[in-house]
């Protein structure tokens, strides 16, 4: 008994101990933010005290009618709410001639416009609108290639501390009805062999669409790129192995796509390589 007595004392003591000031100045300190940053703050308190996290998926689209319904009904909404995530999906549009957009909005996500053209300055686009209280970021393809019903299996690597990104890899993974010809395999073989040798990056599928990062690495990662088109992934590749951050694969399912590919494999097959080539000097400093 007397033993009991005096643990709730120490227990008491404890707690009379602890600072109450701080409560007061973080009041307000809140009370000078600005509404929005204000609402932020609250919605990330209130997601704190429940544990949810955010997913912001992206996704670039030109001319995507055919697919984007598909990749956005296949976002598994309810099983990630599930083990505690809340997901916003953003379609980058890029001057679409098609329905893309319609497709988008009638889905009810949310739709970017980016005037200039090109797969890099889509994506940096959609960087520059995932919101501050996002903690995990996710890119693939509006065409039904690559499965967002996969999208836990990128995620949970990141969410234990495996790693900073994951690429989703298909020469790893699943690959049907003859959807990657031999000349891209090729392709593919030469550009993983080159980043795993001189960028020591342990990933098996350079040229895949379909990526899921850290927050705080995009954050890191968005004011260097510089791509405009399809050297993006190799530029992204190249530049978070040169700022440190540990790279994975997890193995994915890649599908024939719906309607046309975007990319030149000459004119683009170029570009990549020279990007390659480039940034084995490139610094973070710059
Ligand atoms: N917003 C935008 N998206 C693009 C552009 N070019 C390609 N994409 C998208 O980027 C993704 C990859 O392009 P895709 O043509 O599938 O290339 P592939 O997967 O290498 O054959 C697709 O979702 C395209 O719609 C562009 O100029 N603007
Ligand atoms: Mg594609």
Not at 64 to 85: R, S, T
Request: glycine share 6%; hydrophobic share 35%; with cysteine.
């Amino acid at each position: 008994m007397f033993h009991l007595k005096n643990t709730t004392m120490a227990t008491n003591a404890a707690i009379t101990v602890k600072p109450k000031k701080s409560t007061k100045l973080d009041f307000e300190n809140h009370l000078s933010l600005s509404f929005p940053d204000r609402r932020i703050i609250d919605r990330r308190r209130i997601r704190d005290r429940r544990n949810i996290k955010k997913i912001t998926i992206l996704l670039p689209c030109y001319n995507e009618e055919k697919g984007l319904g598909q990749v956005i009904d296949g976002v598994p909404l309810k099983k990630l709410a599930y083990f505690g995530y809340q997901t916003e999906i953003i379609v980058i549009n890029n001057n679409s001639t098609d329905h893309t957009v319609k497709v988008a909005q009638k889905k009810g996500v949310k739709v970017i416009s980016e005037k200039k053209q090109g797969k890099g300055n889509a994506l940096k686009a959609g960087f520059r609108n995932v919101s501050s209280d996002t903690d995990y970021v996710i890119m693939l393809d509006g065409d039904n290639t690559y499965k967002s019903e996969e999208i836990l299996r990128l995620i949970e690597p990141l969410e234990n501390g495996f790693c900073d990104v994951i690429l989703g890899s298909r020469l790893e993974g699943k690959i049907n009805d003859c959807s990657f010809n031999s000349f891209h395999r090729l392709g593919n073989w030469f550009l993983t062999f080159f980043i795993r040798r001189f960028y020591s990056v342990n990933t098996t599928d350079t040229c895949t669409g379909y990526f899921a990062w850290k927050k705080q690495v995009v954050d890191e990662l968005a004011p260097h790129i510089k791509s405009s088109g399809f050297a993006i992934e190799v530029e992204m590749i190249t530049k978070m192995a040169k700022l440190g951050y540990k790279i994975y694969s997890v193995p994915i399912t890649y599908d024939r796509r719906e309607g046309h590919s975007k990319l030149s494999p000459i004119l683009d097959g170029i570009k990549i390589v020279w990007m390659l080539f480039k940034n084995l000097k490139w610094r973070p400093q710059e």
